[in-house]
């Protein structure tokens, strides 16, 4: 029996997880769940799944969630704060953690999983983005597991042989990571420009939280992809390159020396990559409907707008300036795109921003957690401050 936690339980990660889990209750059990500042949800998860404990990241409602969890009748612990939520991710409750929360706040619980030696089960690309060689050096010191769970470098991660071997070694050449192209796929920029939120949210073929939703917009959830590929499989950014792939039935593909391509195909349904994660080596069934090729029609593959959406060759620039340059390139994203989701800044403007943060800030060799910090708070208050002076 598998004890999991899933830290960022009442997201779009969170419910499929839970699903798999539901459907093997003799193999995998929730036992911490946690999520931001959604109670009631929290404790409704609670109520079906009945974990040890719960967290809330917001410590200011901790009282609330202790409250509820015993109006419900229920023994489960109650925790806030992200002090617990590292406490979660790290104590003796769970043996898997599944890293969901969105953004830098997954930081720290991403860290403290993998440096206590879990099975961990990462969503959280913005971990891998921030601090992948501090990610990969806790994974190691830790002693345990790291399968990524985004669809794209799960397939990866299936396509290789051992999962992360030495790609020279492996006589590999390229990964390539299919994108959808998002909902404004074909679109130029003339046409973008009066973008609302709940246009870009509007995804054709996946059901994500309304931050992924606007990355996948700009590409540049693409482009945090590339850098954690990089980190994760030890590939050269001349050997990631970005096909776009509108059906996404193909997740990814991983080309070799000899001509031979592999692919990892299924339809788009997060189930299985976390199905596949959770039961690893071994597989289980996911819940997942089986691939029909046939009804499926022809499989279309295209070069990106990089002109257009020029969120993917940012990201490409910060991973070959190296150091911090993930760091900032993610702090600015993340401001930039809860600006555009409050409306207080045009759709093109995104990359706009972050380009602008990224030339005011030069890399820096990372020397550790704390300067990551530093350097993340850095580049958010230099976003907003430029968002005020050129873009509002």
């Excluded at 440096?115 to 050096?137: C, F, H, Q, T, Y």
């Excluded at 003339?190 to 949210?201: E, G, H, K, N």
């Excluded at 090729?293 to 991973?319: M, N």
């Amino acid at each position: 029996m598998r004890n999991v936690a899933i830290l960022g339980a009442t997201g779009s990660i969170g419910a499929s997880v839970l699903d798999v889990i539901a459907r093997h209750p003799d193999r995998f059990r929730a036992s911490v769940l946690a999520a931001h500042r959604k109670v009631d949800e929290l404790v409704a998860l609670c109520l079906r799944f009945k974990p040890d404990l719960a967290v809330i990241a917001d410590a200011a409602l901790e009282t609330a969630l202790r409250d509820k969890l015993v109006a419900a009748g229920l023994a489960t612990r109650a925790a806030a704060g992200m002090q617990a939520l590292n406490d979660a991710a790290s104590g003796e409750l769970c043996d898997s953690v599944v890293a969901a929360i969105v953004g830098a706040a997954g930081l720290e619980s991403t860290l403290a999983a993998a440096r206590a030696g879990k099975r961990l089960l990462l969503a959280n690309k913005e971990s891998v983005v921030m601090a992948g060689p501090l990610l990969l050096d806790a994974v190691h010191a830790g002693g345990g597991e790291l399968i990524p769970v985004d669809s794209e470098h799960n397939a990866i991660f299936q396509c290789l042989p051992g999962g992360r071997p030495d790609l020279a070694a492996a006589g590999v050449r390229r990964i390539l990571l299919t994108a959808s192209g998002g909902p404004f796929r074909g679109k130029k920029r003339a046409d973008l420009a009066a973008i609302t939120p709940d246009q870009a949210c509007a995804h054709p073929k996946w059901n994500m939280g309304r931050k992924i939703s606007v990355d996948s917009a700009t590409l540049m959830n693409k482009g945090l992809e590339v850098i954690e590929a990089h980190w994760l499989f030890g590939a050269t950014p001349m050997q990631i390159e970005v096909v776009v792939h509108p059906q996404s039935l193909v997740h990814s593909l991983v080309e070799y020396a000899d001509g031979s391509v592999l692919a990892q195909l299924g339809n788009p349904d997060m189930r299985t990559a976390l199905a596949h994660a959770l039961a690893w080596p071994e597989r289980i069934d996911a819940g997942v409907a089986p691939l029909d090729l046939v009804k499926s029609g022809a499989l279309q593959f295209e070069a990106p707008d990089r002109d257009t959406f020029r969120c993917l060759d940012l990201a490409y620039r910060a991973l070959v300036e190296g150091g911090t340059a993930p760091t900032v390139l993610n702090a600015a994203n993340e401001v930039a795109v809860g600006a555009f989701l409050e409306g207080s800044l045009p759709f093109l403007a995104i990359a706009e921003l972050i380009e602008a943060t990224l030339d005011a800030i030069s890399a820096e060799p990372v020397a550790g957690i704390e300067h990551l910090v530093h350097v993340d708070l850095t580049a958010r208050n230099v976003a907003q401050r430029k968002m005020r002076q050129e873009f509002c």
